[in-house]
């Protein structure tokens, strides 16, 4: 597709891209947690022919991981938050109360999402 504004921009600069900031939010889980729980999975499903009841052991154990460190990073983020506007100060900003409820909608609309 032709581009007007970049075909007229002299040859001897560059280009110019708007800036684009990331819409998706930070992982719960750190990466190293995510790999470790994906590897046992992994795990399950590859044995799953030969031994069926481990493997169905080792799946449960994987979704018991996951489930532990979701619950684990769900409530530090909660002791996180509810720190940055109950931190003893008699009277927060009303754009720290603001920015605030938007983390906790945005978590929670993370949370239901199917």
């Known amino acids: 597709m ?13 280009s110019r891209r708007p800036e684009h900031r990331s819409a998706a939010p930070d992982a719960l889980l750190s990466s190293d947690e995510r790999e470790a729980v994906l590897l ?14 481990q493997a169905l052991e080792e799946a449960e154990g994987a979704f018991d991981d996951a489930t532990a460190h979701l619950v ?9 938050l509810h720190e940055s506007w109950q931190d ?3 009277g ?3 754009e720290e109360l603001r920015i605030a409820l938007r983390q906790y909608r945005e978590l929670t609309q ?5």
């Open 2 to 14: 032709y581009d007007q504004t970049r075909a007229q921009q002299p040859s001897d600069q560059p």
């Open 40 to 53: 046992r999975l992994r795990q399950a499903i590859n044995t799953f022919a030969d031994t069926p009841r």
């Open 72 to 80: 684990n990073a769900l409530a530090e983020r909660r002791r996180a």
């Open 88 to 90: 003893g100060d008699p």
């Open 92 to 94: 927060p900003q009303a």
């Open 110 to 114: 993370r949370l239901l999402r199917t």
